[in-house]
């Protein structure tokens, strides 16, 4: 599998993760033999490529979300008060060669912009 890096962090049944910078937590891929679906890794913790491209969305981006059912959005709407970090978002990126190219469709500050894989910071999961 790989070794931790400054860029990556190895999770249990080849899950890897790293930093993403658009939406300020991590994302985790599954790399090598076993179950699910699997990304293709280059094995450089340094320079990291996955293929293909990584998916993320959540609250009702989610594919299986039925109009109507409670998400993030609604959740931070009924509680102004509270400081929360979730909100319902895609993030849709292409990682290669230590760089992240985020596609048009992310739904953060950070679309169409391509930047560099951040270390990871502190002891992180």
């Not at 491209?53 to 008060?81: F, I, M, Q």
Request: glycine residues 12%; negative net charge.
């Amino acid at each position: 599998m790989c070794a931790p890096g400054k860029k990556l962090r190895q999770q249990d049944g080849g899950g890897v993760s790293f930093r993403c910078p658009g939406c300020n937590d991590f994302h985790t891929v599954y790399v090598g033999e076993g179950p699910g679906p699997r990304w293709g890794f280059n094995g450089d913790v340094a320079r990291p490529t996955f293929t293909p491209s990584v998916l993320v969305r959540t609250g009702h981006h989610v594919t299986s979300h039925k109009h109507g059912d409670s998400c993030w959005c609604t959740y931070n709407a009924e509680h102004p008060e509270e400081t929360v970090s979730f909100t319902c978002q895609v993030c849709h990126s292409f990682v290669t060669d230590g760089q992240i190219q985020f596609l048009s469709d992310c739904t953060h500050a950070l679309a169409g912009q391509t930047v560099p894989l951040p270390d990871w910071e502190g002891e992180g999961r």
